[in-house]
């Protein structure tokens, strides 16, 4: 009966939110609160997408207007309005705790009270038994009915736009007369807009898809940049090649073939079939021709040392006379490697590489991967003139040689 109770009570609260003529539903892949008040839930505070008293006219203004109403772009929710709200599911149920006010709390020695007016529900005070659970006393948010998506706040040693934080998940809570009645997990935002303020300000609201490439985090990176006409951007590893790199005794993906300085590298060797795109699933690696190069990094400089094929069906040529062909370099021994190799002093630009991801890592241990920085070496003449470890991918779109392979 509980169970079946429950589910009613989802079931009318989600079809009235899905009726409303006066909402827009807003979606967001990261967090975004319309509000700057807070959630406290088993002793974890959260940001929340909504404010509970955003069902009162005129809530915003009940302690005045901030003297500057503007949000910091880098944080994810509005300061929108000049009072912090703040909450407390206790005991299954959803109660009004404390307020803070951000400027001229001296004007409003009664803030409980004009809250009071505001709801009509009085401001419970406790002494001695319950004091310890809400010091300031509660109000039961009987009259709330919705949903509500929260996210922690960050750790003092956090910030909004950490990798690891931003990719935990959200929760969303659905509240019926002030009961919490379902609690899960989710992966992006739905809010419901009143159409006025879309109407006052249709840009802030614009709709956002849930599985845009680039996060808010990474729009706000994007613009810090200023970024070329020419330049590509990627919050998480982009491969355009299926190239190979060798480094300290680690096999890396490489972002840029070092060949793609010369024209037709790609079709140097023949075959009637055509390579696969994305091979290697959600980290985004293309095999753009059929063969890949093996790059080695010796001495803080690059060398190809081999070539091999993705395909089977090969015509004609398949030796590495082709590569020196294209290269106009020959294959020679050095000292401390296995392998003849080209110095690759044709090179110059930059340059990305990860580790692949192990078979785990697709599953549970994929957002650790992601957050996993990637290396970023800057190469003059084929020699390593800077290093560092990087989240996100910047760089030129490679020039090409003439090069004619009939």
């Known amino acids: 009966m509980t169970r079946f109770l429950k589910n009613g009570y989802f079931f009318f609260l989600f079809f009235t939110l899905s009726m409303s003529a006066q909402k827009k539903e807003v979606n ?17 505070e959260y940001m929340c997408s909504i404010s509970p008293l955003s069902d009162f006219d005129g809530y915003k203004t009940v302690f005045g207007n901030l003297s500057t109403l503007k949000s910091d772009p880098e944080l994810p929710f509005e300061t929108d309005k000049n009072y912090k709200a703040k909450w407390r599911i206790f005991d299954s149920s959803l109660y009004l705790y404390d307020i803070e006010i951000l400027e001229g709390a001296e004007n409003y020695p009664d803030k ?61 809570l659905a ?42 985090c990474a729009i706000l990176l994007m613009d810090s940049l200023s970024l070329a006409e020419d330049e590509v951007f990627s919050e998480d590893f982009f491969a355009s090649t299926n190239d190979e790199l060798r480094w300290n ?81 020959k294959f020679r021994e050095i000292p401390s490697f296995d392998k003849k190799v080209i110095f690759a002093d044709w090179f110059s630009g930059t340059l990305f590489f990860k580790r692949p991801m192990k078979e785990l890592e697709y599953s549970e241990l994929y957002c650790d991967y992601r957050c996993e920085p990637m290396h970023k070496i800057t190469l003059e003449k084929g020699k390593i003139i800077s290093w560092e470890k990087t989240l996100y991918m910047t760089y030129p779109r490679p020039k090409r040689k003439v090069y004619n392979t009939q």
């Not at 892949?29 to 008040?37: E, K, L, V, Y």
């Not at 409980?112 to 004091?131: D, W």
């Open 112 to 172: 409980y009270k004009i809250m009071e007016n505001l709801t009509s529900i009085q401001f419970q005070k406790f002494y001695g038994s319950g004091s310890e659970n809400f010091p300031a006393g509660r109000m039961y948010a009987f009259w709330f009915s919705g949903f509500i998506y929260i996210k922690r706040l960050p750790l003092p040693s956090e910030t909004f736009c950490d990798c690891m934080y931003r990719r935990e998940k959200f929760k969303v």
């Open 175 to 216: 509240i019926h007369n002030g009961q919490l009645i379902n609690e899960r997990e989710v992966d992006g935002i739905r809010v419901y807009i009143d159409s006025m303020e879309i109407m006052n300000n249709p840009r802030r609201y614009k709709y956002i898809d849930p599985y845009r490439r680039n996060s808010s």
């Open 249 to 329: 005794e680690t096999q890396f993906w490489l972002s840029v073939s070092p060949l793609s300085v010369y024209d037709n590298y790609d079709n140097i060797y023949k075959s009637n079939v055509m390579a696969n795109i994305d091979r290697f699933g959600p980290i985004v690696v293309i095999d753009e021709k059929i063969y890949s190069a093996k790059w080695v990094i010796l001495n803080d400089k690059l060398f190809l040392y081999d070539v091999s094929f993705i395909i089977e069906g090969i015509k004609g040529d398949t030796s590495l006379k082709v590569v020196e062909k294209l290269t106009g370099k």
């Open 28 to 44: 967001y892949r990261d967090f975004f609160g319309f509000t700057n008040d807070v959630l406290l839930m088993d002793d974890v």
